[in-house]
């Protein structure tokens, strides 16, 4: 039977402190709220129990973050899209940031199994002076275990209303998309980090942040398959292609720590979790 699993997360500023509220119908969950950088950031883990998707599941995630609060919110694995017999796999998210919120969104990899038949949205609505920062990893198969992803479709959607959209279709038929030097050339990982904010950044904070991340690129092994961008005056981008995921999220998290100290003024806490 299809899971249709739903998770309502708000954030509040209350006394200095970051305060996370949820309410959940179905296989979704977040552990307990962690601190580790002071009371004004709070960490959540979120967790879906059945491990992945299959045909047919659907799971709705939103996150609101009041006024003055900040939340991160990571997972601790990666969400998998099993293979599917017809029906579609599905998630839908929805981060709503309002005046002067910041949201972090680090969930590990998606993992598209092979003949899998899935969909994942994005979509973040941010106030004036709202700030987010995130990233996406779709990893394509298991190649590592003889398992390459033949056959299937995955659609990913990213997108900040009036402002910026990225739609992807990666269909495991389109070998000129998988193979081409102008297509995913071979590779069998996408992955982008992003800046977006509610107002203009500024030419000074939007140069240094790509001057911190083009630094990073510059000594890194996927220089020659990674690229910074602003698409316009309230998004920076990092993109990457890459042969498997950890290599992209060692550059992801290199790159994070230094938008975070450069445009926060913040230091480099990643979650517990990712050291577990």
């Not at 997360?9 to 979704?28: I, K, M, S, V």
Request: one cysteine or more; hydrophobic letters at 40%; aromatic letters at 6%.
């Amino acid at each position: 039977m299809p899971w249709h699993a739903r998770l309502q997360l708000n954030y509040t500023l209350e006394n200095a402190r970051t305060l996370a509220r949820f309410e959940h119908n179905g296989p979704l969950r977040i552990l307990r709220s962690l601190y580790p950088e002071g009371d004004g950031i709070c960490h959540n883990v979120l967790v879906h129990p059945p491990g992945g998707l299959v045909g047919g599941d659907t799971l709705d995630i939103s996150a609101s973050v009041g006024p003055g609060a900040h939340g991160l919110i990571t997972t601790p694995g990666a969400t998998r899209f099993y293979r599917s017999t017809g029906e579609k796999a599905l998630q839908r998210t929805h981060l709503a940031l309002a005046e002067d919120a910041r949201m972090e969104w680090l969930p590990l990899e998606a993992l598209c199994y092979n003949a899998c038949q899935a969909e994942n949205y994005l979509t973040i609505n941010l106030a004036p002076g709202a700030e987010c920062m995130g990233w996406d990893v779709t990893a394509l198969g298991l190649p590592h275990a003889g398992q390459p992803f033949e056959t299937g479709r995955f659609v990913q959607h990213i997108e900040v209303p009036g402002l910026w959209l990225e739609r992807g279709v990666i269909d495991a038929a389109d070998r000129r998309l998988l193979h081409s030097p102008l297509g995913l050339a071979g590779h069998h990982c996408v992955a982008s980090l992003f800046f977006a904010t509610g107002a203009p950044l500024g030419k000074a904070r939007r140069d240094s942040a790509l001057d911190a991340a083009r630094a990073l690129m510059d000594t890194h092994a996927l220089k020659a398959t990674a690229g910074a961008t602003s698409p316009n005056g309230q998004v920076v981008v990092l993109r990457m292609l890459t042969p498997q995921v950890e290599p992209a999220m060692q550059l992801l998290k290199q790159v994070r720590a230094a938008w975070r100290a450069t445009l926060w003024q913040l230091g480099a806490e990643s979650p517990r979790i990712w050291s577990t």
